[in-house]
């Protein structure tokens, strides 16, 4: 194409598989296609739909010539199958993944293929966001692990130099070197497997590519969890996504051995128990105790076989976690199963009892120690603060902050911050200096008060998170979540001279932290009855 940039030449496809999707799969193939003429072909792969997909696709196709459809006869029961099958049609050099309920970000093409032939990159791969809709928040996925956005790329050859790319498993945030998948046989898992982004970008990492981050925003993945159908990675609520969690990882640990990348593997493990593991954890509370009995058993087996330099590069909450998993036969209940998911938490947390051991050494639970706890520096203490919300117009908050071993109290705190944040709604953070109160029992307390149309005004419906930044002597800062001791909610209808109504609610979040969500009067309240009108749909569907 005459007089073209290299990022706009027609050098990517992107391959879009569906199944049964007939509702969101222009919106997938609309943004492939609007990414510019960079985008030569968008191929949809068809998992054997049985809906209105196949209409839909067809009026596509008719519409743009760069849409290509294969149609599958017989659902594969997994994502690998039809993937490959795209990616086997695929007549450019590069290509690109997307789901049909996602979207590419704008330019996502045009900014990954310019980088890789600026670079000569053979992977190049950039921010995915996770949107929570139809709430709208969105959450950077893995963001650390990118330059920020503006910033220069960052060049790897292969990723040995920087294992904690293990914790990018998704295959979407990227544009591949066809001919290096082809040269490495780099594919996914055929069939009903789940999980399939793990083992594959496995051996896309064991391979060795040189691989390029950016730090533009490349792919939306969009959460929807009132879906009738969630996605499988929202699946938590059963156990073979555990199971398939699991075995997924395990291939992973295999490919990466077998390919002669043993340092590798071992970071895959620490991985598992930083990232995977915790998350489930944080959950396994507020699961059925079948759930909890089926789940126990699978994380001790695939636990026991990690080495012992993967649990040992582990943080120090992954390592207590496992402790107490491998010293417990059956799942734990009660006190155990909470301190569990609370050192699970990010950050972890430490709430009491502060048990030890005859020789005054701290205990997570009996015969389980919290090795390494002590030697921790102030901004890395596991801190737990409780905190209870007074609804009114001006809502009062009450906050106890403990003090583990009297590691708090030695590393001498010497001032304190609340922030409440937006979790639902415009991005949004306020602020209150906190005084602290030396508590009878040990520890402090402090209180705030914050308007509940301050909040309000923020947005018509939003959800508010609650975190306490404690500052030490020596300049360091450690942040964490405010906790909710009690289960339970608790709600409000609080007025404005002349006309202005809100709808205030304290409650306890899956992962046990006190949060607040506000809504502006009648409006707010039909979005609360509408919200649970889908939660119900759904559960019904």
């Known amino acids: 194409m005459t007089g073209s940039s290299p990022g706009e030449s027609p050098q990517v496809t992107v391959v879009v598989i569906v199944h049964n999707d007939a509702d969101l799969i222009a919106q997938a193939v609309h943004s492939a296609l609007t990414q510019g003429s960079c985008v030569a072909e968008v191929i949809v792969v068809d998992d054997a739909s049985t809906d209105a997909t196949p209409e839909r696709l067809a009026r596509l196709a008719a519409e743009d010539s760069r849409v290509r459809v294969i149609t599958r006869t017989e659902n594969s029961g997994g994502c690998g199958t039809p993937r490959n099958e795209g990616l086997a049609a695929a007549r450019t050099p590069y290509v690109m993944l997307l789901d049909s309920d996602d979207v590419l970000a704008p330019d996502a093409a045009r900014t990954l293929l310019a980088t890789a032939l600026a670079e000569r990159a053979e992977v190049v791969a950039g921010v995915c966001v996770r949107r929570e809709l139809p709430a709208g928040t969105d959450t950077p996925w893995q963001r650390d692990l990118f330059p920020a956005e503006?910033?220069?790329?960052?060049?790897?050859?292969?990723?040995s130099g920087r294992p904690d790319f293990l914790r990018d498993t998704l295959c979407v945030n990227k544009l591949y070197d066809r001919a290096f998948l082809e040269r490495h046989d780099i594919r996914f898992a055929e069939g009903a497997v789940h999980y399939e982004d793990f083992a594959f970008t496995a051996r896309l990492y064991a391979a060795g590519p040189r691989l390029v981050a950016v730090g533009d925003t490349v792919y939306l993945w969009h959460v929807r969890r009132e879906a009738g159908r969630q996605s499988i990675s929202l699946r938590r609520d059963e156990i073979r996504n555990w199971q398939d969690r699991v075995d997924a990882?395990?291939?992973?640990?295999?490919?990466?051995?077998?390919?002669?990348?043993?340092?590798?593997?071992?970071a895959a493990q620490t991985k598992f128990v930083d990232h995977d593991l915790r998350m489930y954890v944080r959950e396994l509370r507020h699961k059925p105790a079948a759930y909890r009995a089926a789940w126990w058993p699978i994380a001790r087996a695939h636990l026991a076989g990690f080495e012992p330099a993967a649990l040992a590069a582990a943080t120090p909450a992954g390592q207590w976690v496992s402790a107490l998993l491998l010293a417990r036969p059956a799942a734990v209940p009660g006190t155990e199963l909470v301190r569990l998911a609370e050192l699970a938490a990010t950050p972890p947390r430490l709430p009491p009892p502060y048990l030890t051991a005859p020789d005054g050494a701290p205990l997570l639970a009996e015969g389980v120690p919290l090795t390494g706890l002590t030697a921790l520096p102030p901004a890395r203490l596991p801190l737990a603060v409780d905190g209870t919300a007074r609804?009114?117009?001006a809502i009062g908050l009450t906050l106890r902050l403990h003090d583990p071993y009297g590691l708090v109290s030695a590393a001498h705190p010497v001032s304190a911050e609340l922030e409440l944040r937006t979790r639902v709604g415009p991005p949004f953070?306020?602020?209150?200096?906190?005084?602290?109160?030396?508590?009878p029992d040990g520890g402090w307390t402090a209180g705030a008060v914050v308007d509940a149309f301050e909040l309000r005004d923020v947005g018509e419906m939003t959800s508010w998170a609650l975190r306490l930044t404690l500052r030490y002597a020596d300049g360091s800062t450690a942040t964490t979540a405010v906790r909710a001791p009690a289960p339970g909610k608790q709600h409000i209808v609080v007025y404005r001279p002349p006309t202005r109504i809100a709808l205030v609610q304290s409650y306890e979040t899956n992962n046990g932290e006190l949060g607040l969500?506000?809504?502006?009067?009648?409006?707010?309240?039909?979005?609360?009855v509408r919200a649970?009108?889908?939660?119900?749909?759904?559960?019904r569907g």
């Open 532 to 539: 649970r009108l889908r939660r119900a749909l759904a559960r």
């Open 391 to 393: 609804l009114a117009r």
């Open 517 to 528: 969500r506000v809504a502006d009067g009648i409006r707010g309240g039909w979005e609360v």
């Open 249 to 266: 990882h395990a291939e992973v640990v295999r490919v990466l051995a077998a390919a002669g990348e043993p340092e590798l593997a071992t």
């Open 150 to 159: 503006g910033a220069p790329p960052r060049a790897y050859q292969g990723i």
């Open 429 to 439: 953070t306020l602020r209150r200096p906190l005084s602290l109160a030396d508590h």
